[in-house]
């Protein structure tokens, strides 16, 4: 189940990579109309900030870096264009396998998702999630995966792991970074013990999930404490970190201009703030 090393190879440039929404709320008011970064860009200011992106982002990135690298590799994802919309790309080996790469839900490693394969099953499996034991049951186009949690806990996520035309998902993309969800995000892989876990911060809360089981944050006083404590996690920019906070912040103490309407790529299925003036 595990990818060949030339499709690993280009995953692991990507292991300390977050999935965040900072950058989305970040870069909306220095964006001119359009709001999707190119990879150019994006590496740009991961350079000088440390900064990463969500979901669509990621996905562009690494898009880009396997076919960079000839390895043929097509978008994927679920309910695009919807409030539940999520991106993810397919990677295919010398042998015709297909490999799910997910880095905006932070899996470990790219999974084979073909049945036909001799390598193919459907029973449980670590070390492809932080802190899960996962499942792939594939027919046709259509993937589930199923996690099973420390707790015994169980949860499921759908892919139509059909090839999405690149027009029709960059236009998505762009529909997800002119939305932003009032509640801050980021998720971070992490070492801990012997493992690698996964760290959360979201809507002003941050915990750690690890195969012991989940273990909560004590509560920031401040965005300058919680630019210190991303800081640490991530080694995000303080100043970038103070500033996207703040915007946060003014979405949840309710600022003048903005409206609320429902829109793309929300990940908890919340309502979505769009910014109508700069911030």
């Known amino acids: 189940m595990i990818a060949p090393e030339s499709i690993l190879s280009i995953w692991k440039k990507f292991d300390g990579f977050p999935m965040e929404t900072l950058t989305k709320a970040w870069f909306y008011g220095k964006a001119g109309s359009k709001k999707q970064r ?28 396997l076919t960079q690298a000839g390895i043929e590799a097509y978008p994927v994802g679920h309910q695009l264009q919807t409030p539940s919309a999520h991106a993810a790309v397919a990677a295919v ?4 396998s297909r490999f799910l790469c997910d880095l905006g839900d932070q899996w470990l490693q790219p999974i084979l998702i073909d049945p036909d394969s001799e390598e193919f099953t459907s029973e449980k499996l670590s070390g492809f ?4 034991d996962i499942q792939v049951e594939s027919k046709g186009n259509q993937l589930k995966i199923t996690y099973h949690r420390p707790n015994g806990k169980i949860s499921q996520q759908t892919y139509d792991t059909s090839k999405i035309d690149m027009n029709t998902f960059l236009q998505a993309a762009e529909n997800s970074q002119n939305n932003i969800n009032p509640r801050p995000l980021l998720e971070q892989r992490v070492p801990y013990k012997n493992e690698t876990a996964h760290w959360e911060f979201y809507n002003w809360k941050s ?19 919680w ?8 080694g995000y920019d303080h100043q970038f970190l103070i500033e996207s906070l703040g915007i946060y912040k003014k979405l949840a103490d309710g ?7 429902p829109a793309f790529c929300n990940k908890r299925g919340f309502s979505f703030i769009t910014l109508e003036n700069s911030l």
């Open 38 to 65: 190119d990879v150019s860009l994006m590496k740009e200011q991961h350079n000088q900030y440390g900064i990463t992106g969500n979901c669509f982002d990621l996905a562009i990135w690494l898009l880009h870096e």
């Open 227 to 234: 630019a210190f404590r991303i800081h640490e996690r991530t």
């Open 255 to 261: 600022a003048k201009g903005l409206s609320v309407f």
């Open 207 to 225: 915990f750690m999930s690890t195969s012991e089981g989940l273990f909560n944050d004590k509560p920031a006083g401040s965005i300058e404490e």
């Open 129 to 132: 999630f932080p802190a899960a």
């Open 93 to 96: 080996d010398d042998n015709g």
